[in-house]
């Protein structure tokens, strides 16, 4: 018997050493990638690089509360704001399609996007509205599988645009970022939800294969801007979008490198994007009133931040 448990204890032993060696090699293997997504910083630009950034036929704005949880106006939202209009403005993409969580009647990021880019200036007709962009990566996905784009610049602050430009590579997307301006508010409490944000993306795109919430129909940037309900609200039972079928903006170039050593581009639409600004003015007008509601007890889990997009 003594001789049993000797050999039992032994064994033992081995199972949890080996186990223990790989815990730590699967920890040491996640760390890695996360601190790879902190290298897509070479893709992002400040707000005092707007002339250097490349241009891209459309910008995607990723959505946050409007307001803070104890009262006010959430400075990130502002600040994505503030910078997506000054990106249009400066002739640097052509189309913004703001992607946010619209979950309940009464709560509906992306129309409020809207809204305050058309006061500062940006036609209706060169918004579009994803009202299913719960998560950072639902909204990049989306902006490929949904709205055929292949060549983007994310909006947000540049913790949330490494995490983007990260997942959009992954995915085949040629993506830079537009770093807005960050919030001091709970900036140790937003650092932390970041770091798991990350653990999670690296999940998502390397274990779990995890895949937008919501399909449908495609969205062509430039055709007529409908309401883009009916193509966004399909459940993700149906069959995937074939590659061949995601068409290339109508703006091609070389692939975009890191921004050491880049050239200024300019928008190469910009006079024929201004011509045209008056057409299908009230085209969206009332995109986020129909939209079919999703109960949020089917989001799943995620990462929430109030103070920046999931």
Known sequence: ???????????????????????????????????????????????HEID????????????????????????????????????????????IVVSG?????????????RKALIAKGVPRDRIYLDYAGFRTLDSVVRIQRIFRQKNITVISQDFQNERAIYIARQHGINAVGFNAESSTDNIFTTDIREFFARIRCVLDLHVWNSKPRFLGDAIHIGDKNIDPKEAQMLEDSQ??????????????????????????????EEGKDRSDNSKDGNNSSSASESARNVPSEDRGFAFMDLFSAR
Request: aromatic share 12%; proline share 6%.
């Open 239 to 268: 069959p995937p979008l074939p590659a061949d079928d995601i068409a290339e903006p109508e703006v091609t170039g070389e692939k975009t490198e890191p921004k050491s050593g880049e050239d200024k581009n300019r928008n190469p």
């Open 101 to 113: 969580d619209n979950s309940h009647r009464n709560y509906n990021e992306p129309r409020q996007m």
């Open 1 to 47: 018997m003594s001789v049993f448990k000797n050999e039992f204890s032994g064994f033992l032993h081995i199972v949890l050493y080996c186990f223990a060696v790989i815990a730590l090699f699967l920890c040491v293997l996640l760390l890695t990638m996360v601190v790879q997504i902190s290298c897509m910083s070479a893709y992002t630009y400040d707000l």
């Open 52 to 95: 250097a950034i490349p241009y891209n036929r459309t910008g995607l704005v990723l959505g946050t509360s409007k307001y803070l949880v104890h009262g006010g106006i959430n400075g990130f939202w502002t600040a994505r704001i503030n910078a997506a209009s000054d990106l249009y403005h400066a002739g640097k993409i052509s189309y």
